[in-house]
C-alpha cells in the first residue's frame, strides 16, 4: 500500500463527514494541516501538533498523533476525529498504521 491509499482514505472519511455535516473548514487547524501529498502529510499539524511523528514512521504508526485522532481523540477530554463522526472504520485506520510502520512508501 501507498501514499495513495492513505490520501484516499482519509478523504474519502472527509467526504463523508461533509455529507452528514456540512462543508468543512479546517483553517482552524493550523496551516500546515493537509494530506494532499505525502510531503504535505509528513509535515502536517493540527493544532500544533504533529500528525505523524517522524521518530514514529517504521515502527510506531499506532502512536502517531494522527491515528490515535481517528481512533480515540488526543485533546483532553479526547475527541475523535473526525468531530462527531462519522468516523473511518477501524480497518481502514489500520491501513494507516500499516502504511506508516511501513515506512510511508510512496
Do not use: Y
Not at 472519511?13 to 494532499?36: I, R, Y
Not at 504508526?61 to 494522527?66: A, E, M, P, Q, R
Not at 476525529?81 to 510512496?106: L, S, T
Amino acid at each position: 500500500m501507498g501514499f495513495q491509499r492513505v490520501k484516499d482514505i482519509l478523504d474519502q472519511g472527509m467526504a463523508a463527514w461533509e455529507k452528514q455535516n456540512g462543508k468543512a473548514d479546517l483553517s482552524n487547524h493550523g496551516p500546515t494541516f493537509s494530506w494532499t501529498t505525502k510531503a504535505a502529510l509528513l509535515a502536517a499539524s493540527g493544532h500544533n501538533k504533529r500528525l505523524i511523528q517522524p521518530e514514529l514512521i517504521g515502527n510506531g504508526g499506532d502512536k502517531t498523533n494522527l491515528v490515535i485522532d481517528l481512533r480515540t481523540g488526543i485533546a483532553s477530554p479526547a475527541l475523535r476525529m473526525p468531530k462527531g463522526g462519522p468516523f473511518i472504520p477501524d480497518d481502514q485506520v489500520q491501513e494507516i498504521v500499516d502504511w506508516i510502520n511501513q515506512g510511508c512508501p510512496d
